[in-house]
């Protein structure tokens, strides 16, 4: 049963870290998106990759946050410096564009806590 | 970009089907509507995607009129398990698929 796994699931910093999530797609897969969801905001899209060009990362703070794909089976998410707004579960789906439209598997969160 | 409008919340019993539907009046004609499910501490699973009548698998049931301006997710005799927030999104990413608020749907013994 593929899925997909991130890393860490759980992590506690203080403010002013920096901060790597990690994601790794289904194989086969070709679009990953990056979400960060709170009770205030619910789910929002932070970025979209396709084939690992990245499409579109208007919801996500540029100053500082950023996204990569340095390979088909890693993406990652990285936050620099973090700050207790950041806190929320960042959760990272992948999916393909090639049957369903744009069907998304997402994987378990990542629980992040900025002090 | 095409809006949906759903239930903030509906409340169900055991056994009884639930019917939750979402509204969005601009769809495009390129279209899809999707359905998601979340339960408490996991991210969203894909429940069913549909452009129009009537699509059915394992899990549930899409329904989706002529105009395709409204869908109706029908969840066939639920169980306590089934209470989870249910999602409506409608167009193709990444522009237009959005996260509203979803439906809290609580199952009740």
């Known amino acids: 049963d593929a899925r997909v796994t991130q890393t860490p699931r759980d992590k506690v910093t203080e403010m002013g870290q920096e901060v790597t999530m990690r994601c790794q797609p289904i194989l086969g897969h070709n679009t990953v998106f990056w979400y960060r969801q709170t009770m205030m905001q619910g789910l929002e899209l932070l970025a979209y990759?396709?084939?690992?060009?990245?499409?579109?990362d208007s919801g996500m703070p540029k100053d500082r946050f950023s996204a990569e794909m340095p390979d088909a089976t890693l993406a990652t998410l990285k936050i620099q410096p973090s700050e207790p707004r950041d806190s929320a579960v960042y959760f990272c789906?992948?999916?393909?564009?090639?049957?369903?439209?744009?069907?998304?598997?997402f994987g378990p969160g990542t629980r992040l806590t900025v002090l | 970009l095409a809006k949906t409008t759903q239930p903030i919340s509906m409340d169900s019993y055991e056994g009884q089907e639930v019917n939750i539907t979402c509204s969005h009046n601009?769809?495009?004609?390129?279209?899809?509507i999707t359905w998601y499910q979340q339960f408490p501490s996991q991210g969203p699973r894909f429940i069913i995607q549909?452009?129009?009548t009537k699509v059915t698998n394992e899990v549930a049931s899409l329904f989706i009129p002529a105009d395709r301006k409204s869908s109706t997710l029908s969840l066939p005799r639920v169980s306590l398990s089934d209470t989870a927030v249910y999602y409506c999104?409608?167009?193709?990413?990444?522009?237009?698929?959005?996260f509203g608020a979803g439906t809290r749907l609580t199952v009740k013994p």
């Open positions: 999104l409608v167009g193709d990413m990444p522009n237009d698929m959005r």
């Open positions: 990759f396709r084939n690992r060009a990245p499409l579109d």
């Open positions: 601009n769809i495009a004609t390129n279209d899809y």
């Open positions: 549909g452009y129009k």
């Open positions: 789906a992948s999916g393909t564009d090639r049957l369903t439209r744009d069907t998304q598997y």
